[in-house]
């Protein structure tokens, strides 16, 4: 796709200084080099459709393009694209569109809206994901304390579904260890509820809070669970930060190219509990629903799993 030609000149122009945009900004040799062979591509389909300038491009020319890519064959391989190849196609043009923010120039959408049910679905990680995830807390940093204290955040996020407002708002208080169990004081509307912990999760609660907590500055000063070097309690961003950091270091392409948040974590626990057999009204309190109609959407995103 790289010696595709472009005759337009305002498109070649815009090529070559996205290229240098992304080369300033200090992104990695690879991406400098193969992300504007993406938009190259792009370039020359608009060509082909007699779309001379950005202006033209609409969200029926994006959703165009990507049936056109989805229906293009593999040059080097033969048969279709594969999905990750698809996903860079995207995240090209969501750096191109990025690129023309800064410049003050008009953009266009670049992702398309997934059906609820859709998203819900590419949210939910395997148990096998899951432990990719915790396997490489063991060198997720050069500090003992981070790497343990990320090992306990992906406890509570994914083995208690915490939501991630109901993890920074956790005090060590709240970590009942004898009773196995975490009490949560700042649920959506405001509800306490206790949630079970097993005993291998209980271990890690116990080598962060008794072990690694300590090494941080100001950790006697503060209730916090979660806290940082300064000792202030974390905040949300930082637990997303954290989570989007492990996803850097898994050996899984497929995994990698997932957008992992805090409530992808308690999606997937969720269904895995449903998986397993636990009642429906069990998995309704464990994660503070107040509706068991918000429960129930498991029910039917394992029917399509």
């Known amino acids: 796709?790289?010696?595709?030609?472009?005759?337009?000149?305002?498109?070649?122009l815009l090529l070559s200084d996205f290229e240098q945009w992304l080369d300033i900004l200090g992104y990695n040799e690879k991406t400098v080099y193969y992300t504007p062979?993406?938009?190259?591509?792009?370039?020359?389909?608009?060509?082909?459709?007699n779309i001379q300038r950005l202006e033209q491009i609409t969200l029926d020319t994006v959703k165009a393009y990507y049936k056109y890519l989805g229906e293009r064959s593999n040059q080097r391989k033969g048969g279709g694209l594969s999905?990750?190849?698809?996903?860079?196609?995207?995240?090209?043009?969501?750096?191109?569109r990025e690129y023309l923010q800064k410049q003050g120039a008009r953009t266009f959408k670049v992702h398309l809206r997934l059906e609820k049910s859709e998203s819900a679905i590419k949210d939910i990680l395997t148990q096998s994901e899951v432990k990719d995830l915790f396997e490489v807390t063991s060198y997720s940093s050069k500090h003992e304390r981070t790497r343990l204290r990320d090992k306990a955040i992906l406890v509570v996020?994914?083995?208690?579904?915490?939501?991630?407002?109901?993890?920074?708002?956790?005090?060590?208080?709240?970590?009942?260890?004898d009773?196995?169990?975490?009490?949560?004081?700042?649920?959506?509307?405001?509800?306490?509820r206790y949630v079970p912990i097993n005993k291998h999760g209980i271990i890690i609660l116990e080598d962060y809070v008794f072990e690694a907590r300590p090494m941080y500055t100001g950790s006697h000063s503060t209730e916090a669970l979660f806290i940082n070097k300064y000792g202030d309690r974390l905040h949300g961003q930082n637990l997303s930060r954290r989570l989007q950091h492990l996803l850097t270091l898994v050996d899984d392409e497929i995994l990698r190219e997932k957008h992992i948040t805090p409530h992808c974590l308690r999606h997937s626990i969720a269904t895995h509990l449903l998986q397993q057999g636990m009642k429906i009204e069990d998995i309704q309190q464990f994660l503070g629903h107040s509706s068991l109609k918000s429960t129930q959407i498991y029910t039917h995103l394992l029917e399509l799993l």
């Open 157 to 177: 996020l994914y083995s208690c579904g915490l939501r991630r407002t109901e993890a920074i708002s956790l005090d060590v208080r709240d970590i009942l260890f």
């Open 83 to 96: 999905k990750a190849y698809l996903n860079k196609h995207q995240n090209a043009l969501r750096k191109f």
């Open 1 to 12: 796709m790289k010696k595709l030609k472009l005759q337009n000149d305002s498109y070649r």
């Open 179 to 192: 009773a196995g169990r975490v009490l949560v004081r700042k649920g959506k509307n405001y509800k306490e």
């Open 37 to 49: 062979i993406f938009i190259r591509e792009f370039f020359h389909w608009l060509e082909e459709h």
